[in-house]
């Protein structure tokens, strides 16, 4: 069921000049290491490796993209990181358990270049005795998702979701698969037997956090077989606030975003960059609304650690070592 606050959306001028257009790949060198500490300060063993330089959504809420209101975004510059991974590794004094695989962007755009290192860097971790942690919006092409099925064993995915509403998510995803298709990639990886749970993040207060919008999507991931589902709240960072008030402008749902953030802490999130957060009252309301709502779906819902810092035992809930979250993204 479509909300009424955006019933009108597939109307305006905005939802009719999408989706924008694709971004060139440049495929660059870089000296400096791909490995690098991950997100999670209590887990040294879990790595981070970035290899997207940009962005290949254009989500509004990304920080990735480039500041401004306007339709395009950032070109992506890749490196070639398959081809160096092996030999950071052999140079590490000890290897991590796991790498979660392009924190900053997705790995999975409608990008074949970006799509194929990423499918390359899941079979050198995975010859070398290491899990991969993945989290997308995207759909993942045949070829890639043959290479996840070869090493299903080591590969942990989460995807991502705001709403079924296709004008909505066209709106605030406007390169990532279509609802449907992710609900189909979700069945298709845990058929493979690849562990696979799902994100409702971010959550955007009086937009996508509402039971209108949350429910189905809830109901929709039970019957896809999920079990454990992630939640956070959008966090605010400057570098996304007038291109997602931009978007929201249409609807007239900027000013109701933004009165929920008044008053909300400025926080840093693992080491991520600050950002402005819904006041922590505001996001346990929001939390339990979710848990209401999946408790009778029989769907666990954790709270994700990285973006309420200021949480304490809610937070663990969305322990790293259960499930990966996307956290760390920000895509957040």
């Known amino acids: 069921m479509r909300s009424p606050r955006?019933?009108?959306?597939?109307?305006?001028?905005?939802?009719?000049?999408?989706?924008?257009?694709?971004?060139?790949?440049?495929?660059?060198?870089?000296?400096?290491?791909?490995l690098k500490p991950g997100p999670f300060a209590q887990q040294p063993d879990v790595m981070a490796l970035d290899f997207i330089d940009g962005c290949g959504h254009g989500c509004p809420f990304c920080p990735a993209r480039m500041v401004g209101g306007g339709p395009a975004f950032n070109d992506i510059n890749l490196i070639a990181a398959a081809e160096r991974l092996e030999d950071e590794l052999l140079a590490l004094p000890q290897r991590p358990q796991a790498v979660f695989v392009s924190p900053s962007t997705d790995p999975f755009p409608p990008l074949n270049d970006v799509q194929q290192e990423t499918g390359q860097i899941v079979d050198v971790l995975a010859r070398n005795g290491i899990d991969t942690?993945?989290?997308?919006?995207?759909?993942?092409?045949?070829?890639?998702?043959?290479?996840?099925?070869?090493?299903?064993?080591?590969?942990k995915v989460t995807m991502a979701l705001t709403t079924l509403d296709r004008p909505l998510q066209r709106m605030l995803e406007p390169l990532t698969a279509p609802p449907s298709l992710r609900l189909k990639t979700i069945r298709s990886l845990r058929d493979a037997g690849i562990a696979c749970n799902a994100a409702l993040e971010p959550l955007i207060p009086n937009v996508t956090d509402t039971r209108e919008n949350l429910l189905p999507v809830l109901e929709a991931l039970a019957q896809a077989g999920v079990r454990s589902v992630t939640v956070g709240y959008l966090v605010l960072h400057?570098?996304?606030?007038?291109?997602?008030?931009?978007?929201?402008?249409?609807?007239?749902?900027?000013?109701?975003?933004?009165?929920?953030?008044?008053?909300?802490?400025?926080?840093?999130?693992?080491?991520?960059?600050?950002?402005?957060?819904?006041?922590?009252?505001?996001?346990?309301?929001?939390?339990?609304?979710?848990?209401?709502?999946?408790?009778?779906?029989?769907?666990?819902?954790?709270?994700?650690?990285?973006?309420?810092?200021?949480?304490?035992?809610?937070?663990?809930?969305?322990?790293?070592?259960?499930?990966?979250?996307?956290?760390?993204?920000?895509?957040?």
């Open 133 to 155: 942690w993945l989290m997308t919006r995207g759909f993942i092409r045949p070829a890639v998702l043959d290479v996840l099925r070869r090493h299903a064993s080591r590969v």
């Open 6 to 34: 955006v019933a009108h959306l597939a109307e305006t001028p905005l939802f009719k000049s999408l989706p924008p257009s694709l971004p060139v790949v440049r495929k660059v060198t870089e000296g400096r290491p791909l």
């Open 238 to 332: 400057h570098r996304i606030e007038e291109q997602l008030r931009n978007v929201l402008r249409p609807l007239g749902l900027d000013a109701l975003m933004m009165e929920e953030y008044a008053g909300g802490p400025t926080l840093r999130s693992g080491r991520g960059m600050s950002g402005r957060y819904l006041p922590r009252s505001r996001r346990q309301h929001g939390y339990a609304a979710v848990m209401a709502m999946a408790a009778g779906l029989g769907l666990r819902v954790g709270v994700n650690a990285l973006t309420n810092p200021d949480f304490t035992a809610t937070a663990q809930a969305a322990s790293p070592r259960k499930a990966p979250t996307m956290a760390a993204l920000q895509h957040n």
